[in-house]
């Protein structure tokens, strides 16, 4: 059973392994305006994950 499941993690993270390869360089041309987006993108998803992540410590927090 244990073998299985370890067996089944460790082909799912080869199979993502392989998927990153693959896409590690971008095959379009972006644009300075698409990068920049992309990079507010990136730092909004951020912020909203450390926000989500204050919220859950803070309501955990306060059930004492």
Do not use: C, H
Not at 16 to 27: A, D, L
């Amino acid at each position: 059973m244990i073998k299985t499941v370890k067996g089944f993690f460790q082909g799912a993270v080869d199979k993502v392994n392989e998927i990153n390869t693959r896409y590690e360089k971008p095959r379009i041309k972006m644009t300075p305006w698409v990068k920049a987006s992309l990079f507010l993108l990136r730092l909004y998803l951020i912020f909203m994950v450390l926000i989500l992540l204050y919220k859950f410590a803070a309501t955990v927090g306060s059930m004492n």
